[in-house]
Structure formats: structure tokens, C-alpha cells
């Protein structure tokens, strides 16, 4: 049982640039959830998903897509990067009912240069 | 809208002393409270969480929390922390028919020194 996983961990851009940062659950969790971690603000919602097919926005979603084709993953793109999204990338699901926690990855760290 | 303030960025604390580490939220609906921990280059962990009930929790590692909801606090304390507690602490709040989506506290950065 992994958990939530990430992929890549690491990975530097140039501006401009896209990429797609992959999250898998194991858990059957309904509830899926993108975060952006910069220092002194805590972690701030990038888009979630409810369902399978299902997305949408949170607090900071400029610059950012995501799809959910399967239950289990979650996909982030960034489809052309730039300075300013340089962060630690946090993924996390949860059951709809009834803990209500979320279970976190363990990051994937982005540059853009 | 929801918000959580985490009122001490950083907290130096020795080894075998007592630490409370504060939260206070602002919310116009209920809300469910979390303290998740981030140990360096890791994920987040969750150390205990309210949902209803009695107002005083318990998590693992030892650490507990106390809901007031008159004063919209959620401070989570340990009675005698050890250096491996040496980590980022975040406050978070989620809200009944809000999809367990987290509104997260800035954190608090806990430095255990021997």
C-alpha cells in the first residue's frame, strides 16, 4: 500500500516551458487535491476533483490545469512556467465521509529559471 | 470565508520542556480542525484532528489539542518535547459541505535544542 505518490520528486524548467506533474492514490479515495507550498504562506489550493472527470478550482489556480481521466490519479500541468511558480508541490486525497482527512505525497520540488 | 492564523512562526523550545504551539481560526460555519506535521523534505503528517465531540484531542507523538470555540482557538500542546520533534507544524480548517478542502496557517516552526 504506497499511499499517495508523486512524480517527478525534482525538476527545473525554463520559462516558457511546460510539464506534468503525476499523483497516484492507492486508497480509492474520491477526493483528490492540488497544493503549492512557499515559504511563510503555508500550503495554498491549486484545483481539486471530486470524482472521476470531475475538477475544479481553488485559491490560487492561475497558470495551472489538471484532469482526472481515472479515480486514482490526478494530474497537474503547467503549460507554459514561469518564474513565479516555483514551489514544493503537495498532492493529497481523502475519503468524502466520514475523517474527512486529507493523506498527503511527499512533494515534488519545482524551479523555474 | 475561512481563515487560520498561526500566531508564532518560530518557537525554540529545550529538550524535555513544554511547548504550546498557538491556532486561531475565523469562521462563519462550523469547521473541522487538523495539525498536520512536516518533518524536513517530507509530505505532511497528521498529528490529530477535531470533528465533534469532546474538545480536548489526542494525537500520536504525544501531542493533544484543545477546541474553545468562544475563542476560535485550536493550540496544540506537549508536555515535554524531544528533538525528533524538531519540525514545521500547520494548523488547517475544513468546513462541513466544503469537499474537505483545508485552508492551512501559515506554520509554526518548532527548534528543539538539546
Known amino acids: 500500500n504506497a499511499g499517495v505518490t508523486q512524480t517527478p520528486k525534482f525538476r527545473v524548467l525554463k520559462t516558457g516551458q511546460s510539464m506534468t506533474l503525476l499523483c497516484a492514490q492507492d486508497?480509492?479515495?474520491?477526493?483528490m487535491y492540488w497544493y503549492r507550498q512557499d515559504p511563510g504562506m503555508g500550503l495554498r489550493l491549486i484545483h481539486y476533483?471530486?470524482?472521476?472527470?470531475?475538477?475544479a478550482k481553488g485559491e490560487v489556480p492561475d497558470g495551472y490545469n489538471v484532469s482526472r481521466l481515472k479515480k486514482q490519479n490526478f494530474l497537474l500541468g503547467l503549460e507554459s512556467a514561469a518564474p513565479s511558480q516555483t514551489s514544493v508541490y503537495f498532492c493529497?486525497?481523502?475519503?468524502?465521509?466520514?475523517?474527512?482527512?486529507?493523506?498527503f505525497g511527499p512533494g515534488t520540488r519545482l524551479t523555474v529559471t | 470565508a475561512q481563515s487560520v492564523t498561526q500566531l508564532d512562526s518560530q518557537v525554540p523550545v529545550f529538550e524535555e520542556a513544554p511547548v504550546e504551539l498557538r491556532c486561531n481560526y475565523s469562521?462563519?460555519?462550523?469547521?473541522?480542525l487538523f495539525w498536520y506535521v512536516q518533518y524536513p523534505n517530507q509530505g505532511l503528517q497528521l498529528l490529530l484532528k477535531y470533528l465533534s465531540g469532546s474538545t480536548l484531542v489526542k494525537g500520536i507523538n504525544g501531542f493533544e489539542a484543545e477546541f474553545n470555540k468562544s475563542q476560535t482557538s485550536f493550540h496544540l500542546r506537549k508536555p515535554s518535547v524531544h528533538i525528533s520533534d524538531t519540525a514545521e507544524y500547520f494548523c488547517?480548517?475544513?468546513?462541513?459541505?466544503?469537499?474537505?478542502?483545508?485552508?492551512f496557517g501559515a506554520g509554526t516552526r518548532l527548534a528543539v535544542h538539546p
Open positions: 476533483s471530486v470524482g472521476e472527470g470531475t475538477t
Open positions: 469562521s462563519s460555519v462550523s469547521v473541522y
Open positions: 488547517a480548517v475544513s468546513f462541513s459541505g466544503g469537499y474537505n478542502k483545508l485552508i
Open positions: 493529497a486525497s481523502s475519503y468524502k465521509w466520514p475523517t474527512y482527512e486529507q493523506y
Open positions: 486508497m480509492n479515495h474520491e477526493y
